[in-house]
């Protein structure tokens, strides 16, 4: 079947229904990569179809590779080379529909379903059984069916822990409706409360271990089955509809309509509901069908709610996560779950939702199919650019998605090819929050960087095209790069929450994630190749001032210079704009450019203090930029570092983001300068200095996914200090983390607005030296040798 022949069979005839996305898209934006997916799972419910498959992706990756510098060099030989590669990676695909259109959509998947090896599609959901004998007719697979529950479970523990702003509590009146909660590093033991037809209470202990501790015949099915018969309305939704434009009190008795007001001997406020339906026995009166729904609804959520409380004190569990049927997104169900959780806990424990719950039992079928590979003993990301995220709730922002079935259409995970963890020096990895500003809550701050990215886009654009002059078809790319950036910076400025908290550092993955759906992994490539040939020439020259001045000089000459590296960065469209206008832009010019101390935020007298004293164990450095950042501010400060005695680790990216130095550049940057340099040598000889790949591809920083090799040393090493450098790294996001080690947190602000919102203004630095409450450090009255 042709693409226009499936949009045109899958348009409603009905236009009172809203439209779906998942309709009304292209169907190989919906079903991308089918050509080379593997390993389905379909969860069919009364009225959706959620579809799973494994893919694998092949794309473009910058790779480097060192030249031969044994041979004699000529002026303007390169250091190393850069090559595009082809690559394969995994990735996950979750899909949702209405059943209505599952003949189409299985007809449309069958048509380009190429490898033949897939024999078994796993299935879950109360429709499976109904639609087993077409699915088998049509993809020619075997339908597996899997425990409803057990999948629904698996799937929960996998988004969890795989997406980062899974969990969110719903405020219904507050500037933001929803509230990301950031994952708990270690997501167990929770409650899941599914709200089906009935209500299911589970306690989930581990991967593999939960049990069914509760439930009650009173749940969505009570609610629909209920309202009919009051409203006369059969549809699910088109009740829900009803509900949210009726008032309770007009049905439900009040505890003010027994006693006239509160009654304050029991703490029992007057707008209390004392008895549900409470009025509808008064003679000939008539009661509207919103009032009657409404009425309904607060009925069966306060008694769900009840049921979840006492469960939770039961096991004693603060953490309990809603879904099922009588959830899927919906407003007005997530805040009478809300408001009656926090009634009977008095605000102890909070309601909690999950921004992909309707693909749960679709994911844990998925798994289930997929265990020979072990799936989860990866870790995976969500592809900002293959996902549609969480839609708005609001009727007055978009009045149609409202009868929509469902609120999530496309969902695509990523396998990483590294596993990430926890750095251990968190002092409480559970309260830590990597971004310092959440967009969402703060109107002015969004508007205003959504404008910034909206106006980088034609530089980003340009540089991704000239990163392949060799590729006739990359201006095409770039367009559509630009088109879908577009259209997903949009849907943030009318849905902050898409996503979950709306960040800088979000809306920098998101544009990565862009790039490299359009095949420009390392935009800033050869810009970068070109910064590091130039800054390699001033090393030795750097050095030797260095060594040349007082200790307390040289101290504070290694701290500008840093400062004034971290300058440069393509990221900030201050310094960009210098860049490009003025080619002879200079370490100097630079310097010259940084505020006069006091700085913004001055603790360079307490760490110049500390240096006074024993040296530390093991520095853990996560470096910035290339070129000038990483060879005349990061090496000559990690050169003294390694003099006093401590080992460093250097942490870099494991693959580009801007012009950020990545761990394989960075290795042949620092095997260029060991040849030049004993200091360095010597280190790398003795695995005294070492590179550590950080696992990120963002040019911020979440200390809570790492690399888990990058943990490991950390433990192995004893790190006693973490430096944290750049604007992306230090100030949008870690600027509050604490750590339980001493840490440096560096930056030059090169973006006005935020310079002048912090109070200072273009190129302020801050300094920020933190040491651990209780933590002890001796400061000797001696002077440290002059490095050689």
């Known amino acids: 079947m042709s693409t226009s022949k499936m949009a045109a069979g899958c348009e409603r005839v009905d236009s009172s229904h809203s439209m779906d996305k998942s309709i009304t898209l292209p169907p190989d934006e919906i079903f991308r990569n089918l050509e080379n997916a593997k390993r389905f799972a379909i969860d069919i419910g009364g009225s959706l179809t959620k579809l799973a498959y494994y893919s694998t992706v092949q794309h473009k990756v910058a790779k480097v590779r060192s030249f031969d510098h044994t041979a004699k060099e000529t002026e303007g030989d390169p250091l190393y080379e850069i090559s595009m590669q082809e690559e394969v990676s995994a990735r996950l695909h ?101 709200i089906g037809s009935g209500v299911s209470i589970f306690k989930v202990e581990s991967e593999d271990t939960f049990e069914r501790v509760g439930g009650s015949s009173i749940g969505g099915g009570t609610f629909w089955g209920l309202g009919a018969l009051l409203t006369k309305t059969k549809k699910f939704d088109e009740l829900l509809q009803l509900a949210s434009k009726g008032q309770h009190t007009n049905v439900d008795m009040l505890v003010k309509d027994i006693y006239g007001g509160s009654y304050g001997s029991l703490g029992l406020t007057g707008d209390l509901i004392a008895s549900s339906f409470g009025k509808s026995a008064t003679p000939d009166k008539e009661f509207s069908k919103e009032d009657m729904a409404k009425s309904l609804l607060h009925m069966i959520s306060n008694d769900i709610g009840q049921l979840a409380c006492l469960y939770a004190r039961l096991h004693n569990l603060t953490r309990v996560y809603f879904g099922g049927f009588f959830i899927r997104g919906h407003p007005v169900t997530m805040h009478t779950i809300t408001y009656s959780i ?32 072990n799936p989860n003993q990866y870790s995976w990301g969500e592809n900002y650019a293959g996902s549609s995220g969480l839609m708005s709730t609001s009727p ?109 550092r979000s809306l920098l993955d998101t544009r990565e994630h862009c790039l490299n759906e359009f095949n420009f992994p390392d935009p800033y490539s050869k810009i970068k190749q070109g910064e590091n040939d130039m800054a390699l020439k001033y090393f030795q020259k750097a050095v030797k001032s260095l060594g040349e001045l007082s200790w307390e000089q040289r101290q504070f000459a290694l701290v500008r210079g840093l400062l004034a590296g971290n300058v440069f960065d393509w990221g900030a469209k201050a310094v960009s704009d210098v860049l490009e206008s003025d080619p ?48 005349l501010g990061v090496f000559p400060f990690v050169r003294e570092l390694l003099c006093r005695g401590t080992e460093v680790v250097l942490a870099s990216n494991s693959s580009p983001a801007l012009n950020d130095v990545t761990n394989s550049e960075l290795q042949i940057l620092t095997e260029r ?16 200095l070492t590179l550590v790949q950080s ?79 209780g933590h002890k450090t001796t400061t000797l009255d001696h002077v440290p040798v002059t490095p050689s």
């Open 342 to 373: 926090n009634f009977f806990t008095k605000g102890e424990v909070q309601a909690l939702f999950l921004r992909h719950e309707g693909y749960l039992g679709t994911i844990g079928a998925f798994l289930k199919g997929a265990e020979e590979d």
């Open 584 to 631: 002879e832009f200079g370490f100097e010019h630079a310097k010259l450019q940084l505020e006069e101390r006091p700085w913004l935020v001055d603790a360079y007298d307490q760490w110049l203090e500390r240096l006074k004293g024993p040296p530390h164990k093991c520095a853990l450095f996560f470096v910035d930029n290339s070129g000038i950042d990483i060879i």
């Open 94 to 194: 979750f899909i949702k529909f209405e059943n209505a259109y599952i003949e189409t959509c299985l007809d449309f998947i069958k048509d380009h379903l190429v490898n033949t090896d897939t024999k078994v599609i796993k299935a879950t959901g109360g429709g499976a059984h109904k639609f087993k004998d077409l699915i088998e007719k049509k993809l020619k697979l075997r339908v597996d069916k899997e425990d409803e529950m057990t999948c629904l479970i698996k799937g929960c523990n996998f988004v969890l822990r795989n997406i980062t702003h899974e969990a969110f509590v719903y405020a219904k009146h507050a500037d933001s409706e929803f509230r990301f909660q950031n994952t708990h590093p270690d997501i167990f033991p929770y409650l899941l409360i599914n």
């Open 695 to 773: 696992g990120s591809s963002s040019p911020c920083l979440d200390l809570s996914r790492l690399d888990k090799v990058l943990a490991g040393v950390v433990r192995e090493r004893h790190v006693d200090l973490v430096i944290i450098e750049g604007m992306g790294r230090a100030i949008h996001t870690n600027y509050y983390a604490i750590l339980s080690c001493e840490s440096l947190k560096m930056a030059v602000i090169k973006n006005s607005w935020l310079a002048d919102r912090l109070g200072g203004k273009l190129f302020s630095v801050v300094f920020k030296y933190e040491v651990p409450p």
């Open 396 to 504: 007055d922002l978009n009045p149609m998605q409202r009868a929509r079935s469902g609120t999530f259409d496309m969902l695509e995970m990523d396998r990483l090819e590294r596993q990430l963890v926890n750095l251990p020096l968190l002092q409480d990895p559970s309260s830590y929050i990597p971004d310092t500003v959440d967009l969402s809550e703060d109107a002015l701050a969004r508007e205003y960087w959504l404008y910034c990215f909206e106006e980088a886009l034609d530089g980003v654009v340009k540089r991704a095209v000239a990163s392949q002059p060799d590729l006739p078809e990359a201006a095409e790319r770039a367009e559509k790069f630009r088109h879908k950036y577009q259209h997903k910076l949009q849907t943030l400025r009318h849905q902050p929450f898409a996503y979950g908290s709306l960040t800088v």
């Open 673 to 688: 300068i060991a040849a030049m340099d004993l200091v360095i040598q010597s280190a790398v000889k003795e695995d005294r």
